[in-house]
């Protein structure tokens, strides 16, 4: 079995599987085209923004008693958090606005994911994806903000592409992230059994 530097290995997996399934929920509502009503999006959006917060902010709570990772998770549900309330409660339906809260929402949110690769990710194969992810959302926030001249169909499925792009790569984060964890616990039960072993060999040649 291959040696895992446990340090590498992301304890959030199961938070980034749901933030996984409820970016692609988003992502396809947007991009079925079945949405022509701005405000019906707008609140779609903020409902989702605000799930991913408490999601976020579980996981910061969780991991604030492991003494692990708990910053992170506060700054992505910070943003999610008050991305959400601005277009519940300052944007009041404008697609001006909420256009410009949206880009600067996903703007953030790909400038965070590039922090959180270079600062708090050793993998490759993690920074990898959360660079991907991140450089996609900075272009995706530029192409929103200047969407003001495209129809209101069309800035949604700019949205939805983004949304399943952090769909999908959540997913491959947490499923990389769960097997490496698989393999960690085999991994040390491999090891209490040869400690166990060499244990015995010592005690048992003390006897003699």
Do not use: P
Not at 185 to 202: F, Q
């Amino acid at each position: 079995m291959a040696h895992i530097k446990r340090k590498y290995i992301d304890k959030h997996w199961l938070v980034f599987c749901i933030r996984g399934a409820l970016a692609l929920i988003t992502g396809f509502f947007c991009l079925s085209g079945q949405v022509t009503n701005f405000a019906q999006t707008s609140s779609l959006i903020s409902i989702f923004l605000l799930t991913m917060g408490v999601v976020d902010a579980s996981s910061a709570l969780y991991n604030s008693t492991k003494k692990r990772g708990w910053i992170n998770s506060v700054i992505d549900s910070l943003v999610d958090v008050v991305a959400a309330l601005c277009l519940l409660l300052f944007t009041h339906d404008n697609i001006a606005y909420s256009t410009i809260v949206l880009a600067i929402y996903t703007t953030v949110s790909g400038v965070i994911d590039i922090i959180h690769s270079i600062v708090a990710t050793e993998d490759n194969t993690d920074r990898f994806i959360r660079i991907s992810v991140g450089v996609c959302g900075a272009v995706m926030g530029f192409i929103i903000l200047n969407s003001g001249d495209f129809e209101i169909s069309t800035f949604i499925r700019f949205f939805g592409a983004y949304m399943l792009v952090v769909g999908i790569s959540s997913f491959i984060y947490g499923v990389h992230n769960y097997d490496q964890n698989q393999e960690d616990i085999a991994a040390r039960k491999e090891s209490a059994k040869k400690t166990k072993k060499v244990s015995a060999k010592s005690k048992s040649s003390k006897r003699k």
